[in-house]
């Protein structure tokens, strides 16, 4: 079932998040920015939420279970269908490039979703994954606040080394990592840098590739 309660109730509060921090939100956007393929065309977002990143990255379509968010993203130009990241509703090897951000944490199957999200990118196609490392200053920070946040509520955070495994057993290559925030958001002054690989920064991005063959 998709956590949606609390982006229904409160889409206000999660957009108000990015306003709030600039900086952070400035930080993230760069490191998927730094890993995002530029010459993608067919592009997703799943769990695209209010479409903070979408827009930016002329993402043109998104997919989101919540019906408050929907409506925040396709003010922002973005074609939304409803759906989750575990049952995707398009068609096999339609992609170029598919983006998830902050979502791993709220998937109820997050290796499922990385399957889906296999399946409807075209051979050589990008996955992009952003996500709050659960073993980082901030996931720790995070998963104490699950108790009175009514986002982190529905959180589950993951290990780094947790994902990098689910994608190399669906089947991705050519998988690449940066972090960011290396500091925490109310804390921040500027964006912080954008790093390569993982361990040190709160934020990680990972991008995988599908085989442009199948592998026999």
Known sequence: MARTAPFDAYPDRY???FERYPEAYRSELEAIKTLWPQNARETLEVSVGT???AEPLGIRYGVEPSAAMRQRA???GVR???GTGEALPFEDNRFDAVLMVTTLCFLDDPYQALREIYR????GGYVVIGFVDR???LGRA???ACATNPFYREATFHRTEDVLNWLQQIGFERITTVQT???HPTAMTVPDPVEPGYGEGAFVVIRAQKPLQRKK
Request: aromatic share 20%.
């Open 15 to 17: 957009d108000q998040w």
């Open 51 to 53: 479409g903070r990143f």
């Open 74 to 76: 396709e003010q922002r």
């Open 80 to 82: 939304v269908v409803p």
């Open 120 to 123: 409807v990118l075209k051979p």
């Open 135 to 137: 073993d980082s200053f």
């Open 142 to 144: 995070y998963e104490v």
């Open 181 to 183: 925030l290396f500091h």
